[in-house]
Structures are given as C-alpha cells and as structure tokens.
C-alpha cells in the first residue's frame, strides 16, 4: 500500500461517526487513535455508512484512500459481497477508510458517480476516482483488487 501521508508525519483522518476531520500521526494510524471531538475510535474495522451529506467530506478531506462499496439491500449480490468487504474493512484499515453507500437512501450520489450496476466498489484518492469494479467478487479476490489500487 502507499503512503496516504503527503509529509510523511501525519494524515487527515475523517471520523466515520462525526465527521470531523483529524490530524492523527502517520506511524499511531494502527494504535487505534479517537476522534478530538467525539471521542469514538477512528478505525473500527467495519465500513463506515455514508450519505450525500458525508461522502464529500470523507472523499475530499481525508489523506487516505476511500473504498465505497455502492449497494442496495435488495441486491442479493450486494448482501453475498457484504462479508468480503466487511472482511477487506478488518484486514486494510487504517491503510485506507472503507464505506457503504446505500444507493437508495443516496440516489444522487450514485447518479453524480455514474453507478449503473450495483455492487460496484470505487476507490477515491482525495476526492478523484482512481478505480472501479462492479459484480460480487469473493474476499481474498476483493482484497487483492483493493491492495492494488491504493
């Protein structure tokens, strides 16, 4: 994985809870480090839920790469897959934040990024897509897809 660190020191971490964004040092990533403001842990190892009002703040503001898993409760690939990103979740954070967005509850969110089928799995790199893949895909193909595009 690369190092999201544009000084090497310390990254921008968004709060998947609060959304607040935090300075946090680039070698205490895995100490399991808590947010200034609501004090709930940065990392949990599982996707943080994310709506039209949260992506952009989670895409732009953070130094680390997004991974959005787009999906809908409906999709019965989407529930096959929800274990293998849970999983990708546990075993990349902090190298990277993990998210779900609900393309029901986020309509235009799905639009504006162009999601035409869902699962897709998108990676961002402060706030630009660098990568796409759509279809259920099973753990150990998923993290290695991930590994190679952050």
Request: net charge negative; glycine share 6%; charged share 20%.
């Amino acid at each position: 994985m690369n190092d999201p660190s544009p000084a090497g020191n310390s990254v921008n971490v968004v709060c998947p809870q609060c959304s607040a964004t935090n300075r946090v040092p680039q070698d205490r990533l895995s100490e399991g480090p808590v947010c200034g403001s609501c004090k709930q842990a940065l990392f949990d190892g599982h996707p943080a839920s994310l709506c039209d009002d949260d992506f952009e703040r989670h895409a732009r503001h953070s130094d680390l790469p997004l991974v959005v898993d787009f999906w809908a409760p409906w999709c019965g690939p989407c529930r096959t897959m929800s274990p293998a990103f849970e999983r990708a979740a546990r075993e990349l954070e902090p190298a990277a934040r993990f998210a779900k967005v609900n393309t029901d509850e986020a309509p235009t969110l799905a639009m504006r990024h162009g999601i035409s089928g869902i699962p897709t799995i998108a990676v961002f790199n402060r706030g630009h897509e660098v990568a796409r893949v759509s279809g259920a895909m099973e753990a150990s193909r998923l993290i290695a897809w991930i590994r190679s595009n952050v």
